[in-house]
């Protein structure tokens, strides 16, 4: 396996697009979380998929954010009419870990970088 | 809320010089974890350290938890360009929930 995947890794949009980002985790693993990322910052939790089930989402998205996992393998980030204020790096991570519980190691990907314009 | 705080903010060193990045945080961590960071890339996953007081290394980089499992620190020896990046540390908790510190930006000149 050669880790968690992410396409596209650039994508340039103007300002009431729509864009979706797809995420490709490490084939074992059955947690899966979005983050997004300001330069300079730590990744900021946007939401997590516990198999195909979405068990959390923050506040920081709004509902122009929606994320699906629909078999519990690759999940999807859509942004819908798009801010300038959503350009961002959007990481994908993954990790294995039970219903409840911890999980100690988290992996991510490469990373969507967004620019509206 | 918890909250993780990573010192230096940035960290900018002459190749061969020795470094410490210090991550704190006033609750209780059942996991950490260090991560490093190129621009444009997604963090790379350094060590995970789980045990109050352990110790590990990887090679020139030696990561300690501290005995409350509140707080840890990655110490760098004899620094290298290739160490350039941004360091986040992760703590986890009880759940599958990871809080990220503030990050240390290193730069180390040659």
């Known amino acids: 396996d050669t880790g968690v995947s992410q396409d596209p890794r650039h994508k340039i949009t103007k300002r009431g697009q729509n864009v979706t980002f797809r995420c490709d985790p490490i084939s074992e693993h059955n947690r899966l979380y979005w983050y997004r990322q300001t330069l300079g910052q730590g990744p900021e939790f946007l939401t997590y998929f516990q198999n195909e089930a979405q068990l959390e989402k923050s506040r920081l998205l709004s509902d122009r954010f929606s994320a699906e996992r629909p078999k519990g393998s690759f999940s999807t980030l859509e942004i819908q009419r798009t801010e300038q204020g959503d350009s961002a790096m959007y990481l994908c991570?993954?990790?294995?870990?039970?219903?409840?519980?911890?999980?100690?190691?988290?992996?991510f990907g490469p990373g969507t970088r967004l620019m509206v314009t | 809320t918890q909250l993780l705080e990573q010192s230096p903010q940035f960290l900018s060193i002459q190749e061969g010089e020795n470094l410490t990045v210090y991550c704190n945080s006033s609750?209780?961590?059942?996991?950490l974890q260090w991560y490093r960071q190129e621009p444009g890339e997604g963090p790379v996953l350094l060590v995970t350290?789980?045990?109050?007081?352990e110790v590990k290394k990887l090679k020139r980089l030696t990561f300690q938890f501290g005995d409350a499992r509140k707080d840890s620190s990655l110490h760098i020896t004899a620094a290298q360009p290739g160490d350039t990046g941004l360091y986040l540390c992760a703590g986890g908790g009880g759940t599958y929930k990871y809080i990220f510190g503030t990050g240390t930006r290193l730069k180390v000149l040659a």
């Open positions: 609750s209780v961590f059942s996991s």
């Open positions: 350290v789980v045990t109050g007081g």
């Open positions: 991570a993954s990790s294995l870990g039970g219903v409840r519980g911890p999980s100690y190691e988290q992996y």
